[in-house]
T-cell receptor, first 113, second 111 residues
Framework: SQTIHQWPATLVQPVGSPLSLECTVEGTSNPNLYWYRQAAGRGLQLLFYSVGIGQISSEVPQNLSASRPQDRQFILSSKKLLLSDSGFYLC????????????FGPGTRLTVL | DAKTTQPTSMDCAEGRAANLPCNHSTISGNEYVYWYRQIHSQGPQYIIHGLKNNETNEMASLIITEDRKSSTLILPHATLRDTAVYYCIVRPSYNTDKLIFGTGTRLQVFP
């Protein structure tokens, strides 16, 4: 069966520090991968999605970037965090040419101070 | 913009059926209705989806009206663990990109 991992589970970082969040998927090949962010009390916002290695689409202009160095690895990064980057970051995958269902990881709760 | 309208919150007694409505009056012919839920501090969980026929799986049933302008998610025997925010989303099945989450319905199951 497929599983999706995210780490760390929680993170507290000072403003201006770098960020690296990692997501890995097991049990499937060539998945579509997604990064979402959920601000406190708000809905989910898609940040990036990827349909293959090195292929990244950005949904909103922001302080963050994403990379996909391997088929089942998706990384969210920032060179300098802002207070507004605080939130709940969720990685998700869907099957290549699948039925549209997306499966989410456990999330990383980021607090920028 | 979310293409769906859902009540902000609902209550349901444990063991009773929870019926969560969703309006999607502008749905296109190639768009499916998807339901997800998000338990507090967890990632969203896929529940079910359908095009025009009613669907049932181990978690829930989805009833779609004949004109496809609205649907109802039914949890047949709600438990306390079903307390969550439920999201109704319409999108083409082949779309590989974003799910547009609205504000959803906060379902509170009480003992």
């Amino acid at each position: 069966s497929q599983t999706i991992h995210q780490w760390p589970a929680t993170l507290v970082q000072p403003v201006g520090s770098p960020l690296s969040l990692e997501c890995t998927v097991e049990g499937t090949s060539n998945p579509n991968l997604y990064w979402y962010r959920q601000a406190a009390g708000r809905g989910l916002q898609l940040l990036f999605y990827s349909v293959g290695i090195g292929q990244i689409s950005s949904e909103v202009p922001q302080n963050l970037s994403a990379s996909r160095p391997q088929d089942r690895q998706f990384i969210l990064s920032s060179k300098k965090l802002l207070l507004s980057d605080s939130g709940f970051y969720l990685c998700a995958w869907s099957a290549y040419r699948g039925g549209g269902e997306q499966f989410f990881g456990p999330g990383t709760r980021l607090t920028v101070l | 913009d979310a293409k769906t309208t859902q009540p902000t919150s609902m209550d349901c007694a444990e063991g009773r059926a929870a019926n969560l409505p969703c309006n999607h009056s502008t749905i296109s012919g190639n768009e499916y209705v998807y339901w997800y839920r998000q338990i507090h501090s967890q990632g969203p969980q896929y529940i079910i989806h359908g095009l025009k026929n009613n669907e049932t799986n181990e978690m829930a049933s989805l009833i779609i009206t004949e004109d496809r302008k609205s649907s109802t998610l039914i949890l047949p025997h709600a438990t306390l663990r079903d307390t969550a925010v439920y999201y109704c989303i319409v999108r083409p099945s082949y779309n590989t990109d974003k799910l547009i989450f609205g504000t959803g319905t906060r379902l509170q199951v009480f003992p």
